[in-house]
């Protein structure tokens, strides 16, 4: 099983940038899919989170109407839009797979990518 993320970067605020998560082992079509953050010297945060059924999606707090979480079943692949950055945005962001709640993550987690938003 494996989740690779991709599409951190450098972004000033007030950007945007869209991360990707490939799975791989593993068909997620039936699996609650969601993306988690790290800051350096913070505990882990929920981001937000897609089920695998009803089409809703669930979101912290902290991003609510400005990221947005979506899944191509197709494609194995997981997205999360995020736009009107903030540098407390800055995070390592992972992947998560096979959630156990709308923010209880499941045990399949990516390497994580760097997002650093700064002047």
């Known amino acids: 099983v494996q989740l690779v993320e991709s599409g951190g970067d450098f972004v000033q605020p007030g950007g945007s940038l869209t991360l990707s998560c490939v799975a791989s082992?593993?068909?997620?079509?039936?699996?609650?899919m969601g993306w988690f953050r790290q800051a350096p010297g913070k505990e882990r945060e929920f981001v937000a989170a897609a089920p695998w059924i009803g089409g809703n999606t669930y979101y912290g707090d902290s991003v609510r109407g400005r990221f947005t979480i979506s899944r191509d079943n197709a494609k194995n692949t997981v997205y999360l839009q995020m736009n009107s950055l903030k540098p407390e945005d800055t995070a390592v962001y992972y992947c998560?797979?096979?959630?156990?709640?709308?923010?209880?993550?499941?045990?399949?987690w990516g390497q994580g990518t760097r997002v650093t938003v700064s002047e």
């Open positions: 998560n797979a096979d959630m156990n709640g709308v923010n209880v993550p499941g045990d399949y």
């Open positions: 082992g593993l068909t997620i079509v039936n699996m609650h």
